[in-house]
């Protein structure tokens, strides 16, 4: 990889640091957010001289970037005040939704190479890391759009099923022994279950938990995505990805404990009240 | 290239959670929705592994699905950026007085 990009990944990932030291001031919060905005900025340009980004699916990128850069735009500009909080959740939820898209091109890529498994293929460290990503990645997506359906008063339910902790953890179970499967497998549809389970995981989790709740697990959710974002910065070598990943989970985690405690509740008694353990969320 | 191996990788996710968890300990609770928002905006830089993953994409499947990525990574940077923006457009006109 050339030194210009890699140097302008470096440049990125200390605005990013700088910036999000600066947000968390009242007078210095918009610099802040103008330094990430150029890191953000340096890296995408940055990474069209990247060797892999090839002539072969570059106008793929500048239509997905264009189109994807456009909807945000527009919805951004036009969401009410009291509307943001769900207008985050979307946001990091589709955060969450591309590093999971990520992970599965990595893994298909990974079954496709006839080294017989998807962890001969990719190294056993970089599989790992990946399918990690990659349930967190798709339980951050779809846990933030029931957050968002919550918040927007688009769902009311807070059960989808009998006993709720017992799916909670099948789930998580079956997530676990598909990743198994996917690490060893040399096929596609071991891939395709194992994103539903995750997918289906994220859902179940987020369902139960209320309303007033929400932006707790809503920071909870962006800790995570930036965790996922971190590991794919591992698969796909990328320090950049690995140093604004990392630094977001780090951060985000700390923010949803912060948030929490200012709200007077524990981060477990949130997350748990729903499942019935604990008492039941204060929502009158 | 800079080869980004195990052990190295390991040190930098330890510097980089430490950062994280150190620059934002001093954060006023009425900045805890815009640093949500900002931290957001932070990891659009996914953006940029959905390019990479998408450039080495070969087969029509895999193309669909790095296009999605790069799709929801875009989405997910801008969106980021001007829901933060707009947030603290609201809290200095509220909280400031000098322009």
């Known amino acids: 990889m050339s030194v210009v990009v890699q140097l302008s990944y470096f440049v990125a990932s200390v605005l990013f640091i700088f910036g999000l030291k600066a947000m968390s001031s009242p007078v210095t919060a918009r610099k802040g957010v103008m330094w990430a905005g150029v890191g953000m900025v340096v890296a995408t340009v940055a990474t069209f001289a990247h060797p892999s980004v090839g002539m072969e699916n570059l106008s793929l990128i500048l239509i997905a970037i264009v189109l994807g850069g456009a909807f945000a735009w527009y919805t951004a500009l036009k969401v009410q005040m009291t509307e943001m909080p769900q207008m985050v959740a979307v946001y990091n939820g589709l955060g969450g939704g591309s590093a999971g898209a990520i992970a599965a091109v990595s893994l298909l890529q990974g079954a496709r190479a006839d080294e017989g498994s998807v962890a001969a293929a990719m190294g056993s460290d970089a599989a790992v890391l990946g399918l990690l990503g990659a349930v967190i990645g798709s339980v951050a997506f779809s846990g933030s759009m029931i957050a968002w359906a919550k918040l927007d008063d688009r769902l009311k339910k807070s059960t989808l099923v009998e006993n709720h902790q017992w799916w909670n953890v099948a789930l998580a179970a079956a997530t676990l022994l598909l990743a198994i499967w996917v690490f060893h497998t040399g096929s596609g549809f071991p891939i395709l279950l194992f994103f539903i389970a995750a997918l289906a995981l994220g859902i179940f989790i987020t369902v139960p938990i209320g309303g007033a709740d929400m932006p707790v697990v809503i920071s909870l959710f962006n800790a995570l995505t930036g965790l996922a974002v971190g590991f794919k910065g591992y698969v796909l070598g990328n320090l950049a990805l690995i140093i604004a990943g990392t630094v977001v989970g780090a951060a985000g985690m ?31 | 290239m800079i080869e980004v191996g195990g052990l190295v990788a390991l040190y930098v996710f330890m510097l980089a959670a430490v950062a994280g968890y150190e620059v934002i300990t001093r954060v006023p609770v009425i900045l805890h929705t815009p640093l949500m928002s900002g931290s957001n905006f932070i990891h659009g830089i996914v953006v940029v592994g959905a390019m990479v993953a998408l450039g080495v994409a070969e087969t029509p499947l895999e193309q669909a699905i790095g296009f999605v990525a790069v799709l929801l990574g875009a989405a997910n940077a801008v969106g980021g950026y001007v829901v933060t923006e707009r947030m603290l457009d609201m809290f200095k006109s509220s909280k400031k007085e000098d322009g």
Do not use: W, Y
């Open chain 1, 254 to 284: 700390l923010l949803t404990v912060l948030m929490a405690k200012a709200m007077n509740r524990s981060l477990m008694n949130i997350l748990f009240s729903g499942f019935g353990a604990a008492p039941a969320a204060a929502e009158s």
